[in-house]
């Protein structure tokens, strides 16, 4: 009995053993979402999917959001194809690259290559002819004048795909190549310096991104004081306006959160009018600041985006709004304005 026992307890350390193994070997593998746009002279999904797992078996496929979304499209040139892999990430970030051939076949097997690069960075670069893919997925739309997608008994025609890239050429397999994005969002800021007490502004923020060079954004602005001052002198201020963020700074930080440096200009129309006095009249002057905004950024969920920004702002308009007969200052702009935000965006496409 207790060498049956025994026995028991070191078969079960071995099939514990065997269970961690599976269950760290299940959670390296990634469940995408791929979108196949299938086009006349290209390979079937089926085998552009083979190709992908005959060079690596990190991929799941799947077809929830929630993890990354794989585009996968073609297009005839006068030269051959041009196909392209989009890559949409959770958190909103899009990349795209594009391979470029003479026929679709040695493209389809660029575009699959990325993809499994993507997912494994360790996945087999080895020409198409010496992977195994299983003559069920061996089916193209291409025509009987142009080649064949490889099987491991057919060859490709020489191309940069079908053979094992350099270090420099993985290295641009997994850069990011140049995209551009645009988002919207709203949010609020609290400005300091243009009314007597602190301005809280409703904000609509329209944005367009470009990894090359950063950001830029146009925010709309509109804000309105209580009454201030005092008994007999009481009025209320209202700024309407917008301004323009240049931000060629953008940098990632820890994962998803980005530190963006811009410069801002800020143009309104600031406008006073008193409320406790005889006959009430009002004055309205143009309000225009320039000076550095930074923020950070992250992304809580797929699409969407959370800005937390400061900025400090030199006023290039400096009025004083009174009331007449007395004289009575109501409010001096100062030298200086400061302002703090919060936004939540989408991402447009």
């Not at 191309?159 to 290295?171: D, F, G, L, N, V």
Request: aromatic share 6%.
């Amino acid at each position: 009995m207790i060498a049956l026992e025994h026995r028991w307890l070191r078969n079960g350390r071995v099939v514990l053993a065997v269970c961690l193994f599976v269950s760290a070997a299940l959670a390296q593998t990634e469940s995408i979402v791929l979108e196949y746009d299938e086009a006349p002279g290209c390979p079937s999904r089926a085998r552009f999917e083979a190709e992908v797992r005959a060079r690596t078996q990190k991929v799941k496929w799947g077809d929830l959001d929630g993890g990354r979304r794989f585009r996968i499209g073609f297009e005839r040139r006068e030269s051959g194809y041009e196909g392209t892999v989009q890559i949409s990430a959770p958190q909103g970030e899009i990349t795209e690259r594009a391979i470029s051939g003479e026929h679709c076949a040695e493209v389809a097997s660029g575009l699959a290559l990325v993809l499994a690069l993507a997912v494994d960075p360790d996945a087999s670069t080895a020409p198409v002819a010496e992977l195994t893919i299983p003559a069920s997925a061996d089916t193209s739309d291409e025509p009987s004048d142009s080649p064949t997608v490889a099987s491991p008994q057919t060859a490709l025609p020489p191309t940069q795909s079908s053979s094992p890239p350099s270090a420099a050429s993985r290295r641009a397999v997994s850069s990011d190549r140049d995209t551009l994005s645009a988002g919207a969002g709203l949010g609020s800021s609290v400005l300091t310096g243009p009314a007597p007490e602190a301005l809280v502004a409703a904000a609509l923020q329209l944005e367009v991104s470009h990894r090359a060079w950063g950001r830029a954004a146009l925010r709309a602005l509109a804000a309105r004081t209580g009454t201030v001052g005092p008994t007999a002198d009481q009025t209320e201020m209202t700024l309407l306006g917008g301004s323009l963020e240049l931000c060629p700074l953008v940098l990632p930080l820890a994962r998803p959160v980005e530190f963006a440096g811009c410069a801002t200009l800020l143009g309104a129309s600031l406008r006073a009018e008193g409320t406790a006095v005889a006959l009430p009249g009002s004055a309205r002057r143009a309000f225009v600041a320039t000076g550095v905004e930074v923020g950070l950024r992250t992304y809580p969920t797929h699409g969407f985006y959370l800005d937390l920004s400061g900025a400090a702002l030199a006023n290039l308009t400096r009025d004083d709004f009174v009331f007449e007969r007395p004289r009575v200052v109501v409010h001096s702009v100062p030298v200086a304005t400061f302002a703090l935000g919060i936004q939540l965006g989408v991402a447009i496409f």
